[in-house]
């Protein structure tokens, strides 16, 4: 609107410019045809009848007859109003009327210029003639053949007619400019107005594409946090809420990020459909999405988050491949948990990390103690390329035979050269691993570089066998036990040189997968040992049906086996255990000479702990070990 | 030494301003003769200037400018020459050509700049200074309709003609030529009169002196109208400045003036301007009609 009013302006100016030219040029083509007018007369009529006529000296009788002759009709007519033959001086030697006053002043430019041979014409008033306009030509007189100047015409001629047809013109001239410049203002305001609205929906196009995610529409990140900073500014109190998918990258992995795409779509129409009107839903980035839940309390959004849940986990078919995606919510209140989007965004995310790493899917964030999984991403970072410059490096722990002393095995722990925070024992990167798709490079790495250290040490006459420690994310990977397998055929290992330590919890799940993958490596021979035994939720029932070699009992029960009766019993029972399913055991954590004589005692098979030795590399594993012997 | 140096260079550096200045003086106008001013008669000193009547129709040589008042020509510019070197004023006063030398002997002019041929007949009257010769073209309608080759083609037409002119002279000469078809031979006051009387079909042709005729012939503004019947020139003869008989002093000042002119190659420049080249004489004259007989 104010760029049409601007360009009036413009218009407006040329307008006047154009009108006042036309004014101009109708005015000085008047005059232009009063001179025209003027010499044929002067030519035709006046000069003829004064050839050889000296007008210093006056005209003769017969001159002065001639002249009147020739302009008598012309003046009768109307054709010439007045006129005045004058010399040079300004002396009026014949008029119309026969005065010899009145005229130009001699002093007047015009009549100045007509002296030196040029011709002027001037319109000026007169109320006494039509039209109220009179046309005055002052021009010099050429009477004879050689072009000599006798003297000056002053001839008035009218202006009614010129005038009219003048104004006649002038007005087909306007309507004309004001036609053309009306189609150029419109011609401006319709450029002006297409402009202004493809600008302005640009500029909504960019703004929504600045503020939103491209795939699902839903509000990104930095809208999320205009949003989540104004919701916290109501100062009613709720909560962000972070999101995070399961197993979306195996979804991406291996049906393709088409698949992943349609997944996101899938999810976004759900979390749409689960949340109130005044909710928000956003996502972050990947497969990260994030709610804001104004005005609620804790139990509010877990409510709704558990039916959101149950809505999410329904079935969903992507390429005819029926999946079924589960979800982990991390919850952080406002104002209790934080003021600040960040801060509670981290706190949220904290929450949800812990909800992956534990049993919960609705985790509501409960302070400090949740806090290290936000290293967890550094730390992940960090551990790729960890991998690729081989800063990871194996110890190994020996595990002692509790009858004579000798070391029957060793278990790989892993380790990392960390080039700022120096060595890193495994619980400062395991579990981001773990959280993580590094986990399966990572055992990958362990399960090589141990196979090929045990090629190296049995060169040197030990016959240890080897434990790994293998998580439950390794053993529901689409191809671990073919990946196994493969690297025993590659170094030649007898499959029972080698033990797979698994936690309970891996062991909890009860996924068709992995216990595919346990029977296929147990039927090779390979050895299956359950770590931390007792500190899990292991159902005795699974216990039944697993081909194990190995039980290790947890540290927990082993530090202070000899003060607590209890532990006794566990670990008494444990034994018990482990006779009546056909597997030897193991004590963790084995710290004094004491506590290896009890356990011997006990009837424990093997032991394990800084008694015997801290993890070393295996070059450094001194036998045999006298010490260790009872 | 130095101090001889230092005078020397500012001599040298004065000299050379003195040439330029006389180089940047000699451009402009010829220097006043105070030797020819002071042989003008006294009466014509205290007065101030020389009065020359023409008769203003006789391109290149005198015509009325556009504005119809200033008179324009390779004559009025020799005028002003020979006033520059005479150191007086040189005024241009029109006026019928058949009166003119009268108006010399009557005293009202001092002479006749007016492309006037200097003839015996003429020279009882008055003494002419010479400048500049020409003889005489017969001018007819563009495209010659009357196929006039010569003066005898013009016998039984209309032949239009300047009053008082060597060439209406020549005409009456000529009639005796025609056997009993005289031309009619129409005299007016002006050239320029005649002239209209050609470029109106009221006359088959006019006669003027050669450049004026090939200047009509030639000129943007009137070669459409006008042609030369042929080349050649009748009765080739001098132009010049008549003064009244007794006027010897005026006439011979006027004649040193115009040596100097000549002499300064002014003249061959002003004749060149106004494309006269051809009627140059080598030295100016006085009373050449006669003396040429003489000789």
Redesign the interface.
């Known amino acids: 609107m104010t760029y049409l009013g601007a360009s009036l302006l413009p218009i407006g100016a040329l307008a006047t410019v154009l009108l006042n030219g036309v004014q101009e040029d109708a005015a000085k083509q008047g005059r232009d045809q009063g001179v025209a007018q003027a010499a044929v007369i002067a030519e035709m009529a006046v000069a003829p009848a004064l050839d050889?006529a000296d007008l210093s000296r006056g005209l003769t009788e017969s001159e002065r007859d001639s002249l009147a002759r020739a302009t008598d009709l012309a003046l009768i007519h109307g054709s010439v109003l007045r006129m005045r033959l004058r010399t040079f001086t300004g002396q009026v030697v014949y008029s119309d009327d026969g005065s010899t006053s009145g005229g130009v002043p001699v002093s007047d430019p015009a009549f100045h210029s007509a002296?030196?041979?040029?011709a002027g014409a001037t319109t000026i008033e007169d109320a006494t003639e039509a039209g109220g306009k009179v046309i005055r030509v002052l021009q010099?007189v050429?009477a004879?053949?050689?072009?000599?100047?006798?003297g000056v015409l002053e001839l008035y001629l009218p202006y009614d007619k010129i005038d009219q047809r003048l104004h006649e013109q002038m007005a087909v001239t306007y309507w004309r400019l004001g036609g053309g410049l009306g189609v150029l203002y419109l011609a401006l305001g319709l450029i002006s107005w297409s402009t202004t609205r493809s600008l302005r929906r640009y500029a909504a196009r960019q703004e929504h594409e600045a503020l939103h995610d491209g795939l699902t529409g839903l509000p990104n990140r930095e809208a999320f946090r205009q949003r989540a900073t104004a919701a916290l500014r109501e100062e009613k109190g709720g909560a962000v809420v972070v999101v995070d998918l399961n197993r979306f990258k195996e979804v991406n992995d291996t049906l393709g990020h088409h698949a992943g795409d349609e997944l996101l779509k899938v999810i976004t129409a759900r979390l749409r459909g689960g949340v109130r009107q005044q909710d928000t839903v956003a996502r972050l980035g990947g497969d990260e999405f994030a709610l804001i839940v104004p005005a609620a309390g804790a139990d509010d959004v877990r409510a709704m988050l558990e039916s959101l849940r149950t809505v999410l986990s329904s079935e969903v078919v992507l390429d005819g491949v029926p999946l079924t995606i589960e979800a982990s919510f991390g919850i952080a209140l406002y104002p209790a948990h934080g003021t600040e989007v960040e801060e509670l965004l981290r706190h949220a995310d904290a929450a949800m990390y812990q909800g992956k790493r534990g049993t919960a899917d609705i985790v509501v964030w409960a302070g400090e103690r949740t806090r290290h999984p936000t290293q967890w991403l550094v730390v992940q970072a960090e551990l790729r390329h960890a991998l690729d410059r081989d800063e990871l490096v194996l110890f190994y722990q020996p595990k002692v035979s509790l009858d004579d002393g000798t070391i029957c095995g060793v278990e790989a722990l892993v380790r990392w050269q960390h080039p700022e925070r120096g060595l890193l024992p495994p619980s400062e990167f395991l579990p981001a691993a773990e959280q993580s798709g590094l986990i399966e490079p990572l055992t990958a790495w362990v399960l090589r570089r141990a196979l090929t250290d045990q090629v190296a040490w049995v060169a040197a006459g030990r016959d240890w066998t080897v434990s790994v420690n293998v998580s439950a994310r390794n053993l529901e990977a689409a191809d671990f036990a073919g990946m196994v397998e493969a690297m025993l055929a590659e170094f030649g290992t007898a499959p029972d040189r080698l033990v797979l330590e698994v936690t309970e919890t891996a062991m909890v799940d009860d996924r068709a997968t992995s216990m595919a993958a346990i029977d296929r490596l147990a039927g090779r021979g390979i050895g299956f040992s359950v770590d931390d035994f007792g500190t899990g939720y292991t159902s005795l029932e699974r216990l039944r049906g697993m081909p194990l070699v190995e039980l290790k009992i947890d540290r927990t029960f082993v530090a202070t086996v000899l003060e607590e009766k209890e532990n006794q019993a566990i670990v008494h029972a444990v034994i018990a255990l482990s006779r009546g399913l056909g597997c030897r055991v193991t004590a963790e954590g084995v710290e004094t000479a004491e506590i290896a004589d009890w356990l011997a005692a006990a009837g424990c098979d093997e032991a394990q702990g800084y008694h015997y030795s801290r993890p070393m590399p295996w070059t450094q594993i001194s036998v045999p070990m006298p010490e260790a012997v009872r | 030494m130095k101090k001889l140096l230092i005078p020397m260079l500012a001599l040298a550096l004065l000299a050379g301003c003195g040439t330029k200045a006389d180089e940047a003086t000699g451009q402009g106008a010829v220097q006043v003769d105070q030797a020819l001013h002071d042989s003008l008669p006294q009466a014509v000193r205290d007065r101030g200037y020389i009065r020359f009547v023409t008769d203003a129709s006789y391109a290149p040589m005198e015509s009325f400018a556009a504005d119809g008042r200033t008179i324009v020509g390779f004559e009025p510019d020799l005028a002003d020459a020979i006033g520059q070197v005479l150191g007086i004023k040189i005024q241009i006063v029109t006026g019928p050509f058949q009166t003119a030398l009268d108006k010399v002997a009557d005293g009202t002019y001092e002479g006749v700049l007016s492309a006037m041929t200097d003839t015996a007949e003429r020279e009882k009257k008055a003494d002419f200074v010479n400048y500049f010769s020409a003889g005489s073209s017969i001018i007819v309608q563009r495209g010659n309709p009357h196929r006039i080759a010569d003066l005898t083609g013009l016998c039984g037409t209309v032949v239009a003609i300047e009053k008082g002119t060597i060439q209406a002279d020549l005409l009456h000469r000529s009639q005796s030529g025609c056997d009993g078809r005289p031309m009619k031979i129409n005299e007016y006051t002006t050239n320029a009169d005649a002239l209209l009387q050609l470029r109106t079909g009221r006359a088959v042709a006019v006669l003027n002196d050669f450049p004026t005729a090939t200047h009509l012939a030639t000129d943007s503004r009137t070669k459409d109208y006008y042609e030369l019947a042929s080349t050649t020139q009748y009765d080739p003869g001098l132009i010049g400045i008549p003064f009244a008989k007794g006027n010897s002093q005026l006439r011979d000042a006027v004649k040193g003036a115009l040596d100097r002119v000549v002499a300064e190659g002014i003249y061959a420049d002003l004749l060149q301007r106004w494309n006269l080249s051809s009627g140059a004489v080598k030295a100016v004259s006085i009373n050449g009609a006669t003396q040429d007989q003489k000789a």
């Open positions: 050889a002296t030196v041979g040029v010099p050429f004879r053949a050689s072009g000599e100047a006798i």
